[in-house]
């Protein structure tokens, strides 16, 4: 079974910086992309960053020249480095996998439980 787990969320001010991080574990086949997606209250979920199985990263306007995503595929691991938090930035953050679990199966997405961020003063 395919878990994905945020870690790194929390309470911090403008102009600071947060590290989340998404650990996944099972086993799978294939990964296509791990992304970062972010929902605030009333909004619709958004893709935040995402970064494919060749490297290739995508980033919201938004969040472009603060945020990086990156990965470590040694420990299973995708973190998204924020820097220079607005208050707009507030929302849960939840981590998406594109990937194929067996060969019996097509690729899904998976979804972690989410991390609350709040940037305020």
Same mark, same amino acid.
């Given at each position: 079974? %395919?878990?994905? %787990?945020? =870690? *790194? *969320?929390?309470? %911090? !001010? ?20 791990? *992304? ?13 960053? =995402?970064? #494919? ?6 980033? /919201?306007? =938004?969040?472009? *020249? ?5 990965? &470590?595929?040694?420990?299973? #691991?995708? +973190?998204? !480095? ?6 707009? &930035?507030?929302?849960? +953050? +939840?981590?998406? /996998? &594109? ?10 997405? +998976?979804?972690? !439980?989410?991390? !609350? %961020?709040?940037?305020?003063?």
């Amino acid at each position: 079974q %395919v878990q994905l %787990v945020e =870690s *790194g *969320g929390g309470l %911090v !001010q403008p102009g600071g910086s947060l590290r989340l991080s998404c650990a996944r574990s099972g086993n799978i086949v294939s990964i296509n992309a791990m *992304g970062w997606y972010r929902q605030a209250p009333g909004k619709q979920r958004e893709l935040v960053a =995402s970064i #494919t199985s060749g490297g290739n990263t995508n980033y /919201a306007d =938004s969040v472009k *020249g603060r945020f990086t995503i990156s990965r &470590d595929n040694a420990k299973n #691991t995708v +973190y998204l !480095q924020m820097n220079g938090l607005k208050p707009e &930035d507030t929302a849960i +953050y +939840y981590c998406n /996998a &594109d990937l194929r679990r067996t060969m019996w199966e097509p690729s899904r997405n +998976y979804w972690g !439980q989410g991390t !609350q %961020v709040t940037v305020s003063a």
